[in-house]
């Protein structure tokens, strides 16, 4: 189940510069990669000395811009690493496809400019709930096989804050654990930070132990979705999985797969309730109405009849639903996207669904409910 | 979740190392120090107990000894310094001798290491920390942690810690990566806790001063009894040290009761019959709020006269792997009970559990010295009142809600309406 083409459409920053190939920079030192994130030998295992690797970096982590790098890694001297496949938008082969190549990907930069369907695809991506939230207050999650930081504010261009993602492509992740993806995840969000000379504070560490990520989990029709009343679905055919994650006081997420009988996904879902400002940020704007990102612009009608805060619910070919209201002293951003099979799966209604998730979260936390009571 | 405006106060401990904490009453003074104090004088002797299940069961302990006389050295498997475990006494004179925290066998259920103070070459209090396996723990013995571990004398250690204490008990969950065996994929390893006993769990008085130094040692010793748990398992990360943490939970704390708003719950009401001197006060989880989430995982509040509080606790666990611990108290001679959920109900105890955003969440109402009737199926009958069967519907509704569950609706037994 993995998300990866979707991902490719987030990626691109116009005009990326091409290779630079990692370097030794001098005859004995230790190989790095990205930018110098990544050095050989440093902890994680799929940079010792059991793999080969070939690495390809396309842009560089300046504020404002797109940079992606590509880690290809498989046991010295096979044929996937005879060419590795180090393009930033490669494509991881499908379960049954054979091992193929295993790749990390680094990326750094803003959340696409796109207020719609790229916007919404890189969320999925970025807060999917099959990783855990950071310690340490730490704005980010982390999992096995994924990771994803948002830098601080002095790292913002403009009101669009820079984020720093790690994904683990292929078959299975090497990564051993939340721990390895941490990581991985600081050493290249403190370069990123370096490049972009918004380095001056101190640099992220995690100290206290890494949160175990979710499993993943199914949702047969008579239980609750993703485990919050209120989310329920009654789809024709296909069953409803996904993954929930912690729901914390401060962050809750859960993400959706609807699989036909073959296996394939027919449609995602997307559920966040944070109140995390650095996470809140990556909001503004995602129910595709207005270009300017600032956490204020653009959300600044009401939801509809019976919402209580700011935002706007999008039902026309699936849903997408962008609220933000005060929660015990906080803005909180209430978000839901389902693609279309889901959205008419949804029970009794798509905004029905959207209001009772978002009211179940409220009423956990103690705040006043945030969409129409019925 | 901890947010990044939390308070990161710090325990100043440190600054009256001569003034420590908590007055644990003698608990096994004469023979076992001077036992003790031989096995010390030798130096290295180490006996290693292979099967501590069944030492501990027949009340015999060989203990490994300590090192080398007259050197500091951290205690219980190098995780306390001297000063950390030393504010756990009022004596000056602290020794330990601990179980090995690894052992031969495959059953890790439990080990122990125990600290004791000395006044006069005599032994005058003693404070055990153990490690041990609570998710596999069951009836009697699960119910025996649960009350003791999560009354509302204990406070959240908050900061991303699932963890707890008060002057007498502390706990911490160790986390869900750290074991001290691999386990398979797809195999669930239960719930693993290191834990600090002093004393009595519910003791009869304690007066301000010393709870709140033996809240702050025992919080600060059990955060870095779980470090180096963690340490010796091979475990990466390590908690920070807990903030100062709200309370004492004594004394002040217990307020008087509001017979509407039992708890502070709205829509909670003392039945009429119930209500009297004997249910006149008080005491919430410290650092929680009635109408918030149950942050920490757990809210508890104890009921009764103002001092004893002896009538009835509702206790509230959002975490899902201890309300798996707490749905395991029950055996399957408990009564049945309906509704949304499932509980059951026997002697003064009532459990109930329901799916929630979390996992699973356990409620549960413990009468502590319920009317015992000879003929026990009389109860539902009319023929005696149970509080806790009262409470309980009005009080799941409630703090379901908090818990992330939704509504939830309780079937009970008819109950006498008066």
């Given at each position: ?32 990669y ?15 000395d ?7 970096e ?17 046991v ?17 082969p ?61 790292c913002?261009s ?14 299975v ?10 990581e991985?995840l ?15 504070g ?22 609750p ?69 600032s ?70 936390l ?9 | ?20 904490g908590t007055?644990?009453?003698p608990?096994?003074p ?11 004088s ?9 099967l ?9 302990m ?5 090192d ?21 006494f ?28 000395f ?103 059990v ?21 100062k943490l ?16 039992l708890?502070?719950?709205r ?45 009835i ?8 792997k ?48 319920p ?48």
């Amino acid at each position: 189940m993995l998300l990866v083409l979707v991902l490719a459409l987030a990626v691109l920053g116009g005009g990326a510069t091409l290779a630079t190939w990692a370097t030794r920079s001098g005859p004995f030192a230790d190989e790095s990669y990205c930018w110098g994130a990544w050095t050989e030998g440093s902890g994680p295992r799929v940079l010792g000395d059991d793999f080969a690797r070939a690495a390809e970096e396309s842009g560089s982590p300046e504020r404002g811009e797109q940079a992606t790098c590509v880690v290809a890694f498989g046991v010295p001297g096979t044929e996937e690493m005879k060419s590795p496949d180090t393009s930033a938008h490669g494509r991881t082969p499908r379960a049954g496809e054979g091992a193929g190549g295993h790749r990390l990907v680094a990326r750094v930069g803003p959340p696409p400019r796109s207020t719609d369907r790229a916007r919404q695809a890189w969320l999925a991506e970025a807060l999917h709930s099959s990783a855990a939230p950071l310690p340490d207050g730490l704005p980010g999650v982390v999992g096995p096989g994924r990771g994803t930081l948002v830098l601080p504010e002095e790292c913002d261009s403009g009101d669009v804050p820079t984020v720093v993602t790690v994904r683990s492509e292929g078959d299975v992740s090497y990564l051993d654990s939340e721990r390895e993806a941490a990581e991985l995840l600081l050493s290249l969000a403190e370069t990123a930070r370096r490049e972009a000379g918004c380095a001056t504070g101190k640099p992220e560490r995690i100290t206290a132990p890494v949160r175990t990520a979710p499993g993943e989990e199914t949702y047969p029709e008579e239980r609750p979705a993703c485990r919050v009343p209120g989310m329920r679905f009654a789809p024709r055919r296909g069953g409803l999985g996904g993954y929930a994650s912690t729901a914390g006081d401060r962050l809750h997420s859960c993400s959706l797969e609807l699989t036909g009988k073959d296996g394939e996904v027919d449609a995602r879902g997307q559920f966040v309730a944070t109140s995390l400002p650095r996470l809140v940020t990556l909001f503004a704007g995602a129910a595709g109405e207005d270009s300017s990102r600032s956490p204020d612009a653009g959300s600044s009608r009401s939801p509809g009849a019976g919402w209580r805060g700011k935002g706007r619910i999008e039902g026309r070919d699936g849903l997408v639903g962008l609220v933000t209201a005060e929660c015990r002293g906080r803005p909180t951003v209430f978000f839901l996207h389902l693609d279309d099979p889901l959205a008419r799966a949804a029970a009794p209604g798509a905004r029905e669904v959207f209001a009772r998730s978002a009211n179940s979260v409220t009423e956990r936390l103690g705040c006043p409910a945030v969409g129409p009571r019925e | 979740m901890t947010g990044e405006d939390d308070p990161k106060e710090k325990s100043d401990m440190n600054d009256n190392p001569e003034d420590p904490g908590t007055p644990a009453p003698p608990s096994a003074p004469g023979a076992p120090g001077r036992l003790r104090r031989m096995a010390r004088s030798r130096g290295g002797i180490a006996v290693v107990g292979a099967l501590v299940g069944a030492l501990l069961g027949t009340g015999v302990m060989s203990w490994r000894a300590g090192d080398l006389p007259f050197a500091a050295r951290d205690m219980c498997w190098g995780s306390l310094s001297p000063d950390v475990a030393e504010a756990l006494f009022t004596d000056t004179d602290v020794r330990s001798d601990e179980l090995p925290l690894r052992r031969a066998t495959e059953d890790s259920m439990h080990t122990e290491c125990s600290m004791q103070g000395f006044g006069d070459d005599e032994l005058e209090s003693e404070v055990t920390a153990s490690v041990r396996t609570l998710g596999e723990l069951r009836g009697a013995q699960a119910w025996d942690w649960t009350r003791q571990y999560l009354s509302s004398r204990m406070t959240p250690l908050g900061d991303g810690i699932t963890g707890m204490a008060s002057s007498q008990r502390a706990w911490v969950a160790l986390p869900t990566s750290c074991h001290e065996r691999s386990y398979e994929p797809g195999e669930k390893p239960p719930l693993r806790v290191v834990t600090l006993a002093s004393g009595a769990s519910d003791p009869d008085s304690v007066n301000e001063v010393d709870a709140r130094r033996g809240l702050d040692a025992m919080s600060r010793a059990v955060v870095r009894l779980a470090n180096g748990v963690m340490d010796e398992y091979g475990c990466e990360g390590r908690y920070p040290d807990p903030p100062k943490l709200p309370g004492p939970p004594e004394g002040k704390s217990v307020k008087a009761l509001d017979n509407d708003r039992l708890c502070g719950l709205r829509g909670v009401e003392l039945p009429g019959w119930a209500r009297g001197e004997d249910v006149s006060a008080a005491r919430t989880t410290p650092g929680t709020e009635a109408d918030g989430p149950v942050t920490g995982g757990v809210r508890s509040c104890d009921v009764g006269r103002p001092f004893a509080l002896d009538r009835i606790r509702l206790t509230t666990v959002a975490d899902p792997k201890l309300a798996g611990v707490v749905s395991r108290v029950l055996g399957e001679r408990a009564d049945r009970l309906g509704g949304d959920g499932k509980g059951a109900h026997a002697g003064g105890l009532t459990i109930y559990t329901a799916d929630c955003q979390r996992g699973r969440a356990a409620f549960v109402a413990w009468e502590k010295n319920p009317a015992d009737d000879a003929d026990d199926a009389d109860d539902t009958a009319g023929g005696r009142r149970s509080l806790g069967l009262t409470v309980l519907p009005s009080y799941v509704k409630t703090e379901a809600k908090r818990a992330g569950c939704g509504e939830v609706n309780v079937k009970v037994p008819s109950l006498p309406t008066t």
